[in-house]
């Protein structure tokens, strides 16, 4: 292959890439995509319910895109430079390693945003509060309304 053809390869790869993870990243954060086991971020337990893949995927999505950006903007750097070889390869390095290195740090954001509980000690109590329960209702167990005791 020659030297013009590899870079027409690296160019059309990593345009598909950086499009793909900015779209995977958009389309998961609406709920369009939904948990899956092949495309998105699926580390730890982000995929568990639709609510945490989604919360997840809006986290990492100002991340996502902004790698996807940096990407298409090394192609096009690349593209200026065409007549250097080395500053060619130099742009299109330096887009891929943008985008895995900053889709990494997403995933991670991503991760430690999946641990996190669906509702804060605050907002259980609230519920608890609302629902006529006690304290000892805090305890993290499903709180069911007990409507004999409000008819006594």
């Known amino acids: 292959m020659s030297e013009l053809t590899n ?15 900015g779209a995977v990243t958009y389309f998961a954060s609406t709920g369009a995509l939904p948990p899956n086991g092949f495309i998105g971020i699926r580390v730890g337990r982000i995929d568990r319910s639709e609510e945490v893949w989604q919360r997840a995927h809006r986290k ?14 090394s192609v096009i750097a690349s593209v200026i430079v065409m007549g250097d070889p080395e500053k060619r390869i ?20 991503a991760f430690l945003d999946a641990r996190k509980p ?5 907002e259980c109590a ?17 709180v069911q309304r007990n409507d ?3 008819d006594a």
């Open 118 to 122: 669906a509702i804060t000690d605050e």
């Open 90 to 109: 130099t742009c299109i390095v330096w887009g891929f390693f943008a985008l895995l290195g900053v889709g990494m740090i997403a995933a991670l954001i």
């Open 148 to 150: 004999d005791a409000s």
């Open 126 to 142: 609230t519920i608890v509060d609302d629902v006529g329960g006690t304290e000892d209702d805090r305890s993290g167990h499903e």
């Open 60 to 73: 990492a999505l100002p991340f996502m895109l902004a790698a996807s950006s940096v990407a298409l903007l």
């Open 7 to 21: 870079w027409l390869l690296s160019l059309t790869t990593l345009t598909f890439s950086a499009a793909l993870t």
